[in-house]
């Protein structure tokens, strides 16, 4: 008797696409970096926003990769992903000249995908436009890498995590305590981690239509490093990032953001398809 070859590819989980809005310093860095948290095959659809020159980026990789926001674009997507920007430290969101035109494009997409994520600035933008919440600007920046605790343990989104585990952190604010206290006592939003240096990073809505990544999934080891060592070039006076040494940088944090990343595409993905079979 023979046995036929075993095809991997049989029974491979299909390939998920993910619609990347990039506000990013250096837009073009951020192609590698979701390349190393993103589950292999993951096709990634970069976008930008008109009203932004991104003056640090290579303008002929920016003109190469990424797409102006449409509707269409999403249509076979099964998550947007809103990065990090410059304007963290402003307490104001709307001092942002592309503000208006990132509102439209996560309102107009809400719906056409599975899930908005968003990270850092951006995390706090999904839940402003969201869920109206407000954000609180901190005595100083939090960097560094933070042991976080995993009091969701049960959530699909975090089964495949450690019960504590690794997070690298850099912002200078959060969603307003109050506001988010009762976001959280409505039903409206599900904490998933917490630290006493950071308070709860890792928050979704309860239909898992929203996600807020406070901290940084996203980031490959070196990143810390090189806002230390930028920082200093400035002539600033930057704390070293806690728990991570800028000079000799270890990643602590890999295996559990890749993990998350791919549990936050598979209940994308199955939340599309229910929104297109109620649709049906």
Not at 162 to 184: I, T
Not at 230 to 250: C, E
């Amino acid at each position: 008797m023979t046995t036929a070859p075993l095809d991997p590819a049989a029974d491979a989980p299909p390939a998920r696409r993910l619609a990347v809005l990039n506000l990013m310093p250096q837009a073009e860095v951020y192609l590698d970096y979701m390349a190393q948290v993103l589950p292999a095959g993951t096709d990634v659809r970069w976008l930008r926003v008109r009203n932004h020159p991104y003056r640090s980026s290579d303008q002929e990789i920016l003109a190469a990769t990424h797409h102006f926001y449409d509707g269409s674009l999403l249509e076979d997507c099964d998550a947007l992903l809103l990065t990090g920007a410059a304007m963290d430290i402003n307490p104001d969101f709307t001092a942002a000249t592309y503000w208006d035109e990132v509102v439209e494009t996560l309102r107009d997409a809400d719906g056409r995908v599975g899930s908005i994520a968003g990270v850092c600035w951006g995390a706090q933008v999904v839940g402003k436009v969201f869920f109206g919440l407000e954000k609180e600007h901190f005595p100083a920046k939090i960097s560094g890498v933070i042991e976080m605790t995993n009091i969701a343990p049960e959530h699909p989104l975090m089964r495949g995590l450690d019960d504590r585990y690794w997070l690298p952190q850099s912002r200078y604010a959060q969603m307003e305590p109050e506001g988010f206290a009762k976001a959280v006592a409505d039903g409206r939003l599900v904490p998933l981690d917490w630290s006493e240096e950071s308070g709860h990073t890792t928050v979704v809505s309860a239909d898992g239509a929203h996600l807020m990544l406070q901290g940084h999934q996203d980031y490959p080891t070196e990143r810390l490093a090189e806002e230390y060592f930028n920082a200093r070039k400035k002539g600033q006076q930057p704390p070293v990032p806690v728990n991570y040494d800028p000079h000799h940088p270890v990643n602590r944090w890999r295996a559990n953001n890749r993990a998350f990343f791919a549990a936050w595409l598979e209940q994308a993905a199955a939340r599309k398809r229910a929104l297109r079979t109620a649709a049906a």
